[in-house]
Nanobody, 124 residues
């Protein structure tokens, strides 16, 4: 059974940085698409960024483009989300998700595996 585990969340001041990490047990990310989503209180879960493992192609939501960077470490089977210039509106629970194959889907329903989430809080 595939399990995803996120780490790296925390409390940071506006303008600060955090780096989230996601790892998988039960399988490797090889050939998969891995995405980061976030969900703020009272809001729907929204797409943040994704990476296709084969060519490391990336895609970002407009709200984070230029501030967040998604990357992968093939040897460690890890996916990272480097977040810079954080804003209070970035406050949310951040989830790692994965789906087999190449996908450009930005909907949560397009992903089969999910982590438990990690809280990111940005204070003003």
């Amino acid at each position: 059974q595939v399990q995803l585990l996120e780490s790296g969340g925390g409390l940071v001041q506006a303008g600060g940085s955090l780096k989230l990490a996601c790892t998988a047990s039960g399988r490797t990310f090889s050939g998969a698409t891995v995405g980061w989503f976030r969900q703020a209180p009272g809001k729907e879960r929204e797409f943040v960024a994704s990476i296709r493992w084969i060519a490391a192609t990336t895609y970002y939501a407009d709200s984070v483009k230029g501030r967040f960077t998604i990357s992968r470490d093939n040897a460690k089977n890890m996916v990272y989300l480097q977040m810079k210039d954080l804003k209070p509106e970035d406050t949310a629970v951040y989830y790692c998700a994965a789906v087999s194959g190449v996908s450009w889907n930005v909907k949560p329903s397009g992903y089969d595996y999910w982590g438990q989430g990690t809280q990111v809080t940005v204070s003003s």
